[in-house]
């Protein structure tokens, strides 16, 4: 099932780079995802982790939990052509455990990564309005990971506000939506972060690589942290 799952998935490899960047780099913290829908880049993301975690000579010291916030509700006050409020309330494609056309609930994504005997995930269940700040004022660790996949300006707008808190030097962060509304950077994820780059005091935004069909990596660096090394 876990085969089919990656074969079925064209961001695994991108996935499986971020987590490899994650682990050398001795980054530690955990693996966010706003947007968790059924679970399945929440559980390739961990797939991938395991994986690593076998085969590498390159031993991490430390264990990641994995967070996933939705409110299972679906889109709401989209803008983009192909989104209609309400949408990815259902599951819409193959997915090893959810029908198509049923409705996805936090009870399915849990015993989804049950059946392919992964750790459970910490499941946020609420509008990311009320769920994410609430989450994050308690939440005492840092991220390794953030995949961001709300898909409309707003929502990723709200997220970035209040992730700052749990960046650090070498935090990766997947933009899933990044090239969508035909490639404008005026809307969406792009247009939110972009925002988000000009007054974020603390950090730059490496490049790091386009996946997919629409997805975007960048790695978050500390601006000043050539001073606080003893360099420039
Ligand atoms: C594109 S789907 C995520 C897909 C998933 N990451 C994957 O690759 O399988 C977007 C998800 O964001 C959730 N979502 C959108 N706006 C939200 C909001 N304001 N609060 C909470 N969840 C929201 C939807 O319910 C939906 O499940």
């Known amino acids: 099932m876990k085969k089919q799952l990656i074969e079925s998935d064209i961001r695994y490899g991108a996935i499986q780079k971020a987590i490899r960047f994650v682990n050398y780099e001795l980054i530690e913290g955990d693996v966010f995802e706003f947007g968790l829908y059924t679970g399945r880049s929440l559980a390739l993301l961990q797939i991938a982790h395991e994986e690593y975690l076998k085969k590498s000579i390159h031993k991490i010291n430390f264990s990641r939990d994995f967070i996933g916030f939705d409110s299972f509700k679906g889109m709401f006050k989209t803008n983009h052509p192909r989104w209609e409020d309400g ?13 198509i056309g049923e409705a996805v609930t936090k009870g399915k994504v849990i015993n989804f990564f049950k059946t392919l005997n992964l750790k459970p995930p910490i499941i946020i269940e609420g ?12 939440y005492s660790r840092k991220a390794a990971i953030i995949h961001i996949d709300c898909d409309t300006y707003e929502n990723t707008k709200l997220i970035l506000e ?3 808190g749990i960046l650090q030097e070498g935090t990766v962060i997947m933009f899933d939506d990044w090239f969508n509304y035909k490639g404008n950077s005026k809307y969406g994820e792009a247009r939110a972060f972009n925002e988000f780059k000009s007054v974020c005091k603390e950090f730059s935004f490496i490049d790091y690589f386009n996946y997919g069909t629409f997805c ?15 360099g420039l």
């Open 127 to 138: 509008s990311f309005e009320k769920s994410v700040k609430e989450f994050l004022k308690k």
């Open 87 to 99: 949408s990815f309330s259902t599951n819409h494609s193959w997915h090893p455990t959810i029908k």
């Open 216 to 230: 975007k990596a960048f790695i978050s660096v500390i601006k000043n942290g050539l001073k606080a090394a003893g």
């Open 162 to 164: 209040n992730i700052r």
